[in-house]
């Protein structure tokens, strides 16, 4: 091993890898639920570095874990505590490398952290749409290693759809030029949606080419509170029938979950506390802040007339709306507070969700009195963020180790049963490997893993992730 880091080390300098002393940071994940040890971290800063990385890797056997900002929910950006697998880290690739307005395009490297990438597009006067969050902290290569959701799928779709081209180093240390720009190429195989999602078990992603769109004239946000999520359902109809396309965001919030945020996080305020689902919908309109606001007032009128909504509450300005939006994305930290739960990141088609919901509530609340089911997410997607919290006074590790497997089984059969997903944005991981490898279709299964062995026949590249 010494000879391998040593080649490394020569290859890449002082500040391009890091052996020994702390680091914690590039071996536990976000949930703290991973804990691993690496055999060092290599920090490359252009594309040939990271070519000649992998290509000492492929020489010497080495297994590489890729990670961008670490802030995967699923362990697939960690190392395991074997101590022989490398980091690579792509925080030092952050250039961006260019921005065609005239083709609504941008080309970015792997580690820009996503704030930094909406923030280029921004100033050039176009919008980069892809929004979540952990944007302050994840990297664009592993929002397309993970195909990110968030909370613009609704408008725009996930980072497999905003991505036109992509820069990939294989197995091997060949790299790929797929950076085209092009809305549209017919040239056989599509090996970029094959490498979106790979959650790095296929190559490792250096850049991007990503599409733009022009900004919205103005945006709006406002709370619903719903007593049932067949009212919740029954306001989405109403928002994609009164706003269409400019309807961006459309998230749910379950009772249980804004008392855990009031509890974790008593600074921030909640405008409409107590409803049994609370809706935050977003409005982002092409044409002006009047016609925004018109559209609306009158879609949240509607609502109440029809008895979908109790109350609402549109924000009155920038600030406002933030914290809005700030209470909803601040439950996985709110969560992260709490300690350990069992996460379930599901999709399901819009119309069967209130059903699961009532019915996996119900089975849960007999299998465990006492038990919390925080749940929230997208449900314009069909996406929700279905996780259960121990009961008060259970100690969070030792709920997970004696119920996680029973709970899994209740929630993701009754997923199956109605044609879901057992994930829908965060991927698969080392988390629900096994979950995967007993539940996805043979067929496919068995494809995916003639894929792998195609790319990456020594099975260096993430090795024990997805498949
Ligand atoms: P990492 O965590 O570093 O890596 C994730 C995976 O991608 C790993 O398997 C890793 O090996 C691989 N990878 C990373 N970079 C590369 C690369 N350049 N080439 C090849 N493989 C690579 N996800 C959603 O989809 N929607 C959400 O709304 C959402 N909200 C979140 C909120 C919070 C608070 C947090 C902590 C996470 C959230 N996530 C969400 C999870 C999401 O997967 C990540 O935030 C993000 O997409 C991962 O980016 P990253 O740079 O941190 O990747
Ligand atoms: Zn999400």
Redesign the pocket.
């Known amino acids: 091993m010494s000879d391998f880091l040593d080649a490394l080390r020569e290859r890449l300098g002082e500040a391009g890898l890091l052996v020994g002393g702390d680091l914690a940071a590039y071996e536990n994940d976000?949930r703290k639920r991973y804990a691993g040890k690496a055999l060092a971290v290599a920090r490359p800063a252009s594309t040939e570095e990271v070519a000649a990385v992998l290509r000492l890797c492929h020489d010497h056997r080495v297994a590489v874990?890729?990670?961008?900002?670490?802030?995967?929910?699923v362990g697939?950006?960690t190392p395991d505590d074997s101590g022989r697998q490398l980091v690579l880290s792509?925080a030092r690739m952050k250039r961006l490398r260019g921005i065609d307005v005239a083709n609504a395009s941008m080309t970015v490297e792997?580690?820009c952290v996503l704030a930094e990438v909406q923030a280029a597009a921004a100033q050039a006067g176009l919008l980069f749409p892809l929004s979540?969050?952990?944007e302050g902290?994840?990297?664009l290569?592993?929002?397309?290693?993970?195909n990110?959701?968030?909370?613009q799928v609704l408008r725009y779709g996930?980072?497999r759809e905003l991505c036109l081209g992509l820069e990939v180093v294989t197995a091997s240390g060949e790299v790929w030029h797929g950076l085209s720009g092009l809305r549209k190429d017919n040239t056989g195989y599509d090996l970029r949606d094959l490498?979106i999602g790979?959650?790095?078990t296929l190559?490792?992603?250096?850049a991007a080419t990503m599409k733009l769109y022009p900004p919205p004239k103005d945006r709006l946000t406002a709370l619903a509170a719903c007593a049932s999520l067949d009212d919740a359902v029954a306001l989405l109809g109403l928002a994609r029938e009164r706003a269409g396309d400019a309807l961006t965001g459309f998230e749910v919030m379950n009772r249980a979950s804004l008392a855990l945020v009031a509890r974790e996080l008593p600074q921030l305020a909640q405008p409409l506390a107590g409803a049994e689902w609370t809706v935050l919908l977003e409005l982002s309109d092409a044409e002006s802040a009047e016609h925004a606001r018109g559209v609306f007032e009158g879609l949240l009128e509607a609502g109440l007339e029809r008895g979908n909504v109790q109350d609402a509450a549109i924000a009155q300005n920038i600030q406002q709306a933030k914290a809005f939006w700030h209470v909803r994305?601040s439950i996985?930290?709110a969560q992260a507070q709490a300690g350990l739960n069992i996460k379930h990141d599901i999709s399901l088609p819009v119309s069967a969700i209130p059903g699961f919901v009532a019915e996996t509530d119900a089975a849960l609340a007999l299998y465990l009195p006492g038990i919390e089911v925080i749940d929230f997410g997208?449900l314009g997607d069909g996406n929700l963020h279905y996780n259960v919290q121990a009961p008060v006074g259970v100690d969070p590790a030792s709920f997970l180790s004696t119920h996680e497997a029973a709970i899994n089984e209740r929630v993701y059969d009754a997923v199956q049963q109605r044609g879901g997903s057992i994930s829908a944005?965060?991927?698969i991981?080392r988390l629900k490997r096994d979950e995967l490898a007993a539940r996805k279709d043979p067929t496919a299964l068995a494809l995916m893993r003639a894929i792998k062995r195609a790319l990456d026949p020594l099975d260096l590249l993430?090795p024990g992730?997805l498949v």
């Open positions: 976000w874990v890729p990670q961008g900002g670490n802030t995967g929910l697939g950006s792509l792997a580690g979540l969050a952990a902290s994840c990297t290569g592993g929002n397309l290693a993970t990110a959701g968030g909370t996930n980072a490498f790979s959650e790095g190559g490792v992603i250096t994305e996985p930290l997208h944005e965060h991927g991981g993430n992730r």
